[in-house]
């Protein structure tokens, strides 16, 4: 079976890889005219760490990025409301990893040239459209800053992996209408800073008014003097935003004055911002959850498929996710259209579950509750605000919901 896959990003190196391993040739079509390690952190939970496990990466991937091993949080006055412990330090047969995203776009890069071959990824094909065929699908490509036509690629099936602005998705969803802003702007950037709080732990902090931190390490022992790499996240409410784009530059005087005073005896947050290598602007968004992804021998995935508000640290891990769920159908269904709608039925329920949880109650629920409760005051002890059985309560919940909850994953 020919797949056409489009885009080589996560998803869709990570397809391609799946679909190899399963035995299958898959081609890759990149508009971009060269795969360049960019962007800033990312979190592999314990449930995709698997799937990239099973492809022989995880050794690479853990000496790339860091393990963590706990997730701390709290509020914006520096005191700790929830500790919890995370991968194998919880019981997981798997870490979980906090790893730069270009590491990650790497280790897929260099494991696609490896074993799938380096002339099966096309960079710089814009894809225009694609068609159904008796046979299966005929897509048309251009070069992106010419506009020159290639000759037109057939294949089996069409797979959209081509992230947030997919031309796959405008063609089977043409009138979709613009992306839902959640009312946040966040800015991202990386810092090399010394090891805080034992050096592996996932924090989040604040509120989203006056503002949230999410602050995590993910490169290790980076110069002669021990410091890491640490990938922060700052969430302001805001009525102001721009378009999405995961490499818009952004300014540090439009969000600053948040964190200004956030001087804890753990780590400096305001000196640690200020001492970032660049900052990247994005606005929270997401889409309605689409009815249908597939149509046809075209399909979607990964970001193409459920953009969400990125605020369960799970939007990579579900593309994986449903790199895997792919290429298991396409083994086990007897035909391409029926394996395209075994796996919209398995991944299109579970992803818009997490769509919508993300909308509302995400693991950093726990600030919100936190930051009700108090009125935005420091507390005297955590317990008198909120117990320890309900804070583990809203964590547990999402991750069934994600499903990366220990029970089911192990299954």
Request: include cysteine; charge should be negative; proline fraction near 7%.
């Amino acid at each position: 079976m020919d797949v056409m896959i489009v885009g080589a990003g996560v998803g869709g190196l990570t397809l391609a890889l799946e679909l190899h391993q399963a035995g299958f040739q898959p081609r890759v079509f990149e508009a971009a005219p060269e795969i360049k390690p960019v962007g800033v952190g990312i979190t592999l939970l314990p449930h995709c760490v698997k799937v990239l496990t099973e492809l022989g990466l995880q050794d690479r991937l853990s000496q790339a990025g860091i393990s963590t091993r706990e997730s701390a949080f709290f509020n914006r006055f520096g005191q700790l409301i929830y500790r919890e412990s995370t991968g194998r330090d919880a019981g997981y047969e798997w870490p979980q990893i906090q790893i730069h995203r270009a590491d990650l776009q790497m280790a897929l890069l260099d494991a696609f040239r490896e074993r799938v071959g380096a002339d099966r990824l096309h960079t710089g094909w814009k894809c225009v459209a694609i068609e159904q065929s008796g046979t299966g699908v005929a897509a048309s490509f251009c070069e992106p800053s010419t506009g020159e036509m290639y000759p037109p690629q057939q294949a089996d099936i069409a797979v959209g992996c081509d992230g947030l602005h997919s031309a796959v998705r405008s063609q089977l969803h043409p009138n979709e209408g613009d992306p839902r802003y959640s009312g946040v702007n966040m800015w991202r950037g990386v810092t090399r800073w010394k090891p805080y709080l034992g050096g592996s732990c996932y924090v989040r902090a604040g509120w989203l008014t006056p503002g949230k931190m999410v602050i995590y390490p993910i490169r290790n022992s980076i110069d002669d003097h021990g410091r890491q790499l640490i990938n922060w996240v700052a969430e302001v409410t805001t009525p102001q935003y721009k378009r999405r784009d995961w490499n818009r530059p952004g300014r540090i005087d439009d969000f600053i004055a948040a964190f200004d005073d956030w001087h804890f005896d753990w780590l400096d947050v305001p000196a640690m911002i200020r001492a970032a290598d660049a900052i990247l602007e994005f606005p929270m968004v997401d889409q309605d959850p689409l009815p249908w992804w597939t149509k046809g021998c075209v399909t979607l995935l990964g970001d193409a498929a459920h953009p969400m508000v990125p605020r369960g640290s799970n939007g990579a891990g579900q593309a994986i996710l449903d790199a895997r769920s792919l290429s298991r159908a396409l083994v086990r269904e007897p035909t391409p259209s029926a394996a395209l709608a075994a796996y919209e039925r398995e991944r299109l329920p579970a992803t818009t579950a997490i769509v919508q949880r993300n909308r509302q109650n995400p693991p950093d629920a726990i600030l919100r509750e936190v930051y009700e409760r108090t009125g935005d005051r420091p507390f005297h002890t955590i317990g008198d605000v909120i117990s320890n059985e309900e804070l583990a309560a809203i964590s547990d919940s999402y991750k069934v919901v994600a499903g990366y909850d220990r029970r089911s994953l192990h299954q």
